[in-house]
């Protein structure tokens, strides 16, 4: 993971908190560094949103192939066999 682009520190996020944030909403997503290794990460709302959005689609999508699999039976013959 190339983390060397939208880092900041635990202490930048303390001490610059608006800066962090508009980095965050610039980039959506600031990775927050503990020691130099990735403590936690900081997401813009309208990026986590997004991610949101992407993963009900994906959700979506696996119950609809579960769907599709299932044996269906015409309506025609569903009345028929009443």
């Known amino acids: 993971m190339d983390t060397s682009i939208n ?3 635990i202490t930048d996020l303390r001490h610059k ?4 944030l508009q980095k965050a909403e610039e980039k959506g997503y600031v990775y927050l560094l503990r020691r130099s290794k990735v403590a936690a990460a900081v997401v ?3 990026y986590l949103n997004a991610l949101q959005e992407a993963y009900e689609d994906y959700l979506d999508t696996l119950e609809f192939d579960k769907t599709i699999k299932l044996k ?5 013959k ?5």
Do not use: H, Y
């Open 44 to 46: 813009d709302v309208k």
């Open 72 to 76: 269906r039976i015409p309506l025609i």
């Open 7 to 9: 880092t900041s520190t």
């Open 17 to 20: 908190t608006n800066k962090v």
């Open 78 to 82: 569903a009345k028929k066999s009443k």
